[in-house]
């Protein structure tokens, strides 16, 4: 019975061997610019990963069903978008003939092509996104402040919430409900766990140097914050970070502990590394409704967020690539090309184009707007595919040299690195 498990690994590794060697192949005459693509991030990037995640309570950070994927060609897959995401977007143009599957469903074999870790909610500290505020609103109240948010009256409940939490209730009035929901999600260090295992496989099949050198070679993609604001610092009912910190303090804690999660990336065999920056989070039409803007076009309390952390992590990747061997990392102003998006010209910029839960997401089934090239936002949350091609194209291929620092994708991979350290 050993022998024969002996011999099944061997002949394993021998596969394993025939298609590292058929895929760089395929690398080296030019179908593909990279010959592997590692994504790590949050909603804007899963794929389907929470699809698969174990629910204590109710998960409510996945969203495998219509409208859901009404453009895309597989219909629904976890993905929280109409159509393709920004790194499904990269992916075509770095010459990838399949998206880059998630790692809860991908197979032994797909790691040798790219696996996609990122999770809806998730965060750079593990708390983030861990209890999700659900709240339901009968009839307009007073306008709200960040410390006091709420849900407009037209948008409706998750309907997988709606029995348990408005039974009992006889006549119209104005409710708030608060709940706190045990939402699982995959934050960054969990990621990191699943990508350390993938590179352990990698070992496994290859042996150490030549694993070492494969990954080198990949590319690899980062974006993480956003939901450490949202879903986190500026939730105070449920986190006590805006009590314990200043929003300064607050940051530069999230930086510092971002920048050792993407040094752990590079011990674990990354080189080409890219890091998107926050957007415009103040502008989210969940945002929006939840907070008000005072007169403004957006929430400019979480715009300030996105721009305070931003400039701190600017400065914390110069340190990177100055500390780590052969390290190319570089930073995707998303802010900045999110100011340019006005060239596309959408006519609906504040609004969602489908119908929306109390948690922003699209209520199941519901039809969306017919004019989704004309919409930037998807959910209450997402960016529609309109407006993620557009962003992905500049990512990869900065026309403005303010889009990305210091150099955009097309660039970073054209470089050559050299091996890193054994890990």
Same mark, same amino acid.
Request: aromatic fraction near 12%.
């Given at each position: 019975?050993?022998?024969l ?25 030019g ?63 770095l ?28 965060g ?16 307009s109240?007073?306008a ?31 409710? !708030? $409900?608060? %709940? *706190? @929901?045990?939402v699982?999600?995959?934050? #960054? =260090?969990?990621? &990191?766990?699943?990508?350390h295992?993938?590179?352990?496989n ?29 879903n ?29 999660q ?14 998107f ?30 721009? !305070? $952390?931003? %400039? *701190? @992590? ?5 340190? #990177? =690539?100055?500390? &780590? ?28 184009c ?64 050299g ?5």
């Amino acid at each position: 019975m050993k022998m024969l498990a002996h011999e099944m690994k061997l002949q394993w590794m021998v596969l394993a061997v025939f298609m590292v060697l058929s895929k760089w192949q395929h690398y080296a005459a030019g179908n593909q610019l990279v010959p592997c693509y590692f994504i790590f991030g949050d909603s804007l990037a899963d794929n389907g990963n929470n699809n698969k995640l174990h629910v204590r309570v109710y998960t409510l950070a996945k969203v495998d069903y219509a409208p859901y994927g009404v453009d895309f060609r597989n219909g629904p897959t976890g993905r929280f978008c109409n159509g393709l995401t920004i790194v499904d977007i990269i992916a075509e143009i770095l010459g990838f003939h399949n998206y880059i599957p998630p790692f809860a469903t991908a197979r032994e074999a797909n790691m040798l092509y790219g696996l996609n870790y990122a999770s809806g909610s998730a965060g750079i500290h593990d708390e983030t996104g861990q209890e999700l505020v659900l709240m339901i609103v009968t009839s307009s109240p007073a306008a709200p402040s960040p410390s006091e948010p709420r849900v407009p009256a037209h948008m409706s409940l998750h309907p997988l919430l709606a029995d348990s939490l408005t039974k009992g209730v006889t006549k119209p009035q104005f409710l !708030l $409900f608060r %709940s *706190k @929901l045990n939402v699982e999600c995959i934050s #960054l =260090n969990m990621q &990191l766990q699943n990508h350390h295992k993938t590179v352990q496989n990698l070992i496994g099949m290859l042996g150490n140097e030549s694993a070492l050198t494969y990954l080198n070679k990949f590319l690899y993609s980062v974006g993480m914050g956003n939901n450490d604001y949202l879903n986190n610092y500026f939730m105070p009912q449920f986190f006590p970070t805006s009590q314990e910190y200043t929003l300064e303090k607050y940051t530069q804690l999230l930086i510092e502990q971002y920048s050792q999660q993407l040094r752990s990336l590079y011990e674990s065999g990354a080189r080409k590394l890219v890091v998107f920056g926050l957007g415009k989070i103040g502008c989210v039409p969940g945002a929006i409704a939840t907070y008000g803007t005072n007169g403004s076009a957006c929430v400019e309390l979480l715009n300030d967020a996105s721009r !305070l $952390f931003n %400039s *701190k @992590l600017l400065p914390a990747i110069d340190q #990177l =690539n100055d500390d &780590l061997p052969d390290a190319k990392i570089i930073y995707i102003k998303s802010y900045r090309i999110g100011e340019d998006s006005t060239v596309l010209d959408l006519k609906v910029n504040n609004t969602a184009c489908c119908p929306s839960s109390a948690i922003g997401q699209c209520i199941p089934d519901q039809i969306p707007c017919q004019n989704r090239t004309q919409y930037m936002f998807w959910d209450s949350f997402h960016p529609t595919e309109i407006f993620n091609i557009f962003y992905a194209e500049r990512s990869y291929s900065a026309l403005d040299p303010s889009y990305a620092y210091p150099y955009d994708i097309h660039h970073l991979i054209s470089l050559d690195q050299g091996v890193g350290e054994a890990m």
